[in-house]
């Protein structure tokens, strides 16, 4: 029953995140952060989560814990790294920088203009120290 009664607000849902998520990639560029996704002409993503490449992932997301932003990197493995795939592992340098360097802002439908200001406002104001501002070198 809550999935079938989730299901009449999805659609609200996921044009609240796609004009959030806008918003935000507009500060971000704005702010001269490096690392955002592209978004290809002619596509409606709908980003649960917006991804930002990091060299120092540890350090931005102590920074942006420390200004109320809950961000977190990816829960999937690089499978290749895992010992009960080690027959079938073959080198998978992207998966595995993904993993290594990926952090997920939050974006959620509740969310209102002001947090995604402040979310912009803390990934903006870390700068350029290495690790920072999502700088994908």
Same mark, same amino acid.
């Given at each position: 029953?809550?999935?079938?009664?989730?299901?009449? @607000? /999805?659609? +609200? !849902?996921?044009?609240?995140? @796609? /004009?959030? +998520? !806008?918003h935000l990639l507009e500060r971000l560029r704005a702010g001269g952060v490096d690392g955002l996704p592209v978004v290809l002409a002619d596509t409606l993503p709908t980003f649960w989560r917006l991804p930002l490449w990091t060299t120092d992932r540890p350090a931005l997301r102590r920074h942006l814990r420390a200004h109320g932003v809950d961000a977190t990197g990816t829960n999937l493995a690089c499978l290749a790294?895992?010992?009960?795939?080690?027959?079938?592992?073959?080198?998978?340098?992207?998966?595995?920088r993904y993993v290594d360097e990926v952090i997920f802002l939050p974006m959620?439908?509740?969310?209102?203009?002001?947090?995604?200001d402040r979310i912009a406002t803390a990934v903006i104001g870390l700068g350029p120290a290495p690790g920072g501002r999502g700088a994908r070198q």
């Open positions: 029953r809550i999935g079938l009664a989730a299901l009449d @607000r /999805l659609d +609200a !849902g996921d044009e609240r995140r @796609r /004009l959030l +998520a !806008g790294r895992e010992d009960a795939f080690g027959q079938w592992a073959a080198p998978t340098p992207h998966a595995a959620h439908p509740d969310l209102d203009e002001a947090d995604i």
